[in-house]
């Protein structure tokens, strides 16, 4: 049962261009939402986050959107550069007792920035 | 310099074999997880702890056991290992539920194959 869902694997930009990576989620109980950026041989790295009671977070480059009556996110980065090139995953944890301090992840997408 | 430290980076067992992986933090957060990432795969959560004598399972917690004796430090114990065990093992930290404004933190993961 996956509770938080990537649904696409790979995605590849130009340089400057805008990248939009997305995620669905099933459990309505998740209440915040979090992305991060994973190079390889390294642990995943925070980028950004945005609670439940906001429809948009935004820090530098990055924004994330929340739809949720749709239960999807998005990650906006603009505009994308090569250093941008890594795994994106997104995460999200939720209050109830059944999830209470698990933090579920994505299956994570490679963003790909071209020169 | 203060975060996540697992020990250790590289280890190879034979089938049936036991070992101790090893996590410790140092920024006095209650939250602690392990996560275990297959190739081309998210991270899938194998054990949590919300604080010191608190544990509970994740997502893939078979073949695994957890404890939680310190603040800092969380082991992940592997009994008889299998070759469906081979993987990279991930520890994070959080002071809360959410991450707040810095997220979670990972440490650098620990690459373990068994053969």
């Known amino acids: 049962d996956q509770q938080v869902k990537q649904n696409s694997p790979s995605l590849s930009v130009q340089e400057g261009r805008i990248s939009i990576l997305n995620c669905d989620y099933t459990n309505s109980m998740f209440d915040y939402f979090l992305w991060y950026k994973k190079y390889p041989a390294e642990g995943p790295t925070f980028l950004i986050s945005?609670?439940?009671?906001?429809d948009k977070n935004e820090d530098g480059r990055f924004t994330v959107f929340l739809n949720k009556s749709a239960k999807h996110l998005s990650l906006h980065i603009v505009p994308s550069q090569p250093g941008d090139s890594a795994v994106y995953f997104c995460?999200?944890?939720?209050?109830?007792?059944?999830?209470?301090?698990?933090?579920?992840f994505g299956q994570g997408t490679t963003l790909q920035v071209k020169p | 310099n203060a975060g996540v430290t697992q020990t250790p980076k590289f280890r190879i067992l034979k089938i049936g074999q036991s070992m101790t992986l090893q996590c410790a933090q140092d920024?006095?957060?209650?939250?602690m997880y392990w996560y275990r990432q297959d190739p081309g795969m998210g991270l899938k959560l194998i054990y949590y702890?919300?604080?010191?004598?608190?544990?509970d399972k994740g997502e893939v917690p078979n073949g695994y056991n957890v404890s939680r004796s310190t603040t800092e430090d969380f082991p992940l114990r592997l009994e008889l290992a299998a070759p469906s065990q081979t993987s990279v093992y991930f520890c994070a930290s959080s002071y809360t539920r959410t991450g707040g404004s810095y997220g979670y933190t990972f440490g650098s993961g620990t690459r373990l194959t068994v053969v």
């Open positions: 702890s919300v604080g010191a004598g608190i544990t």
């Open positions: 945005i609670s439940s009671i906001k």
């Open positions: 995460a999200a944890t939720g209050g109830g007792s059944s999830n209470t301090g698990k933090l579920i």
């Open positions: 920024m006095n957060h209650n939250y």
